[in-house]
């Protein structure tokens, strides 16, 4: 399965920024996807995961409220808007999916991450 991230780049505080995810996996529409990021450093968090829907969204207590997950499945592809942006948010972002549908839990995504991954698109976040 191939995810391709875009939309990364070097941003000043308080910016916005959209990320981009596109798969070239024809049933990615009909799944779950989510964005995770790692921080320089840190290990890999999650940040955001969304229904094949676009109906039920699930966001980490470090993003909420400045993170806006949605997709367009017609153009098999999913977005994170991120407004507001801080310096801890500087992290590369990475687009995933099990292929399969929203687990009920936002907290096995926490946990154990999701099965495919695209290779990244770096954020920096000047301050």
């Known amino acids: 399965v191939q995810l391709v991230e875009s939309g990364g780049g070097l941003v000043q505080a308080g910016d916005s920024l959209r990320l981009s995810c596109t798969s070239s996996?024809?049933?990615?529409?009909?799944?779950?996807a989510g964005w995770f990021r790692q921080a320089p450093g840190k290990g890999r968090e999650f940040v955001a995961a969304i229904s094949w829907r676009g109906d039920t969204a699930y966001y980490d207590n470090a993003v909420k409220g400045r993170a806006t997950v949605s997709r367009d499945n017609a153009k098999n592809t999913v977005f994170l808007q991120m407004n507001s942006l801080k310096s801890e948010d500087t992290a590369v972002y990475y687009c995933a999916t099990d292929l399969a549908p929203l687990r009920p839990a936002m907290r096995d995504y926490i946990l154990y991450g999701m099965e495919y991954w695209g290779k990244g698109t770096m954020v920096t976040v000047s301050s």
């Open positions: 996996e024809r049933t990615f529409k009909r799944y779950a």
